[in-house]
């Protein structure tokens, strides 16, 4: 490789600049964001996590922006994601927590209404899985509205997998027909299905996107990939290692908040031209 080339970047890089670009100039334009691992580095207590500032900037200068909409959609219940986004007050706030289960779409909402039989199992779920953190040293349980997280990051490493392996065996006892999503440290149990892929599209729906942005780093953010439509101009990003679905991939958190800093510099330029 010559000099001159080492100091090029990379095929892809310029791809998905390009990609981005042509993202600034959709009539609508949604970004649906994953928040832990993507927009926000990964921490100990899950409270404490926030998005990098670089990215919180570029996020409120794209919100402000007309015909764009900016989204969250995780795997937190949306108390948790509403702290966390510090949208607690903000009445235009749109937010999919619980992996596509809790939805709040301004002041709209989405009422759980569990059934006797989930409320049952929940309960039960909460127990057998309460216990087994109780004896697991680090590992604590996260209560969510239609499951349970089981943590295991401040767990011995070596111990990781066992813990993954009692919690599917607790699980089980209680229910056959729980929806079980491993992630980042975490192992997660709900009683009610829905996906990142169900989330977007009610996103798409209620914002009438001509174009989505969705970025995200786990597992169950592939079911938010698998429902974008890059031929219309979707862009999906993955954030680290792993297989998946998405056209692009980025390195970690830092390189989405630098991507979302263009984002927001295209559109604002795009939405200046359009009014000149
Ligand atoms: O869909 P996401 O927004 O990526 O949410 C996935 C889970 O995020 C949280 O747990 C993860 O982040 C914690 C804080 O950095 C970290 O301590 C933990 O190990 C990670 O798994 C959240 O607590 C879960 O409810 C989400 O499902």
Same mark, same amino acid.
């Given at each position: 490789m010559t000099d001159t080339a080492s100091h090029r970047p990379p095929a892809a890089a310029v791809a998905l600049v390009g990609a981005l670009q042509e993202l600034a100039?959709?009539?609508?334009?949604?970004? +649906? =964001?994953?928040?832990?691992?993507?927009l926000a580095p990964f921490v100990d207590v899950p409270r404490g996590a926030r998005a990098l500032p !670089?990215?919180? #900037? #570029?996020?409120? %200068? =794209?919100?402000?922006?007309?015909? @764009?909409? /900016?989204? $969250?959609? *995780?795997?937190r219940p949306l108390t948790s994601l509403e702290t966390v986004t510090e949208a607690e007050a903000d009445e235009d706030a749109l937010l999919v927590g619980s992996h596509g289960v809790e939805i709040r779409f301004g002041r709209d909402g989405v009422s759980l209404d569990l059934t006797d039989d989930e409320q049952a199992t929940l309960e039960r779920l909460g127990g057998v899985l309460q216990e087994l953190v109780d004896s697991i040293p680090g590992a604590k349980l996260e209560i969510k509205p239609v499951g349970f997280g089981v943590h $295991?990051?401040? &767990?011995?490493? +070596? !111990?990781? %997998? @066992? &813990? &993954?392996?009692r919690a599917r065996e607790a699980a089980a006892g209680v229910s056959d027909a729980l929806t079980i999503r491993?992630?980042?440290?975490?192992? !997660?149990? *709900? &009683?009610?299905? +829905?996906?990142?892929?169900?989330? /977007?599209?009610? =996103? %798409? !729906? $209620? @914002?009438? +996107?001509? #174009?989505v942005l969705f970025a995200g780093d786990d597992v169950t953010d592939e079911d938010g990939f698998a429902v974008l439509r890059p031929e %219309?101009?979707?862009?999906?990003?993955k954030v680290g290692a792993g297989e998946t679905a998405a056209q692009y991939r980025v390195a970690d958190e830092r390189a989405i908040a630098t991507l979302l800093g263009l984002l927001a510099q295209a559109r604002e330029a795009h939405v200046n031209s359009s009014t000149d």
């Open positions: 100039r959709a009539d609508r334009l949604l970004l +649906a =964001l994953d928040f832990d691992g993507t !670089e990215s919180k #900037a #570029a996020l409120d %200068r =794209l919100e402000h922006l007309p015909r @764009t909409w /900016v989204a $969250y959609v *995780s795997g $295991y990051r401040q &767990v011995d490493p +070596a !111990e990781g %997998r @066992t &813990v &993954v392996a491993d992630g980042k440290d975490i192992i !997660e149990f *709900s &009683v009610r299905g +829905a996906n990142k892929g169900d989330g /977007v599209e009610r =996103l %798409r !729906e $209620y @914002t009438k +996107a001509t #174009a %219309r101009g979707d862009v999906g990003i």
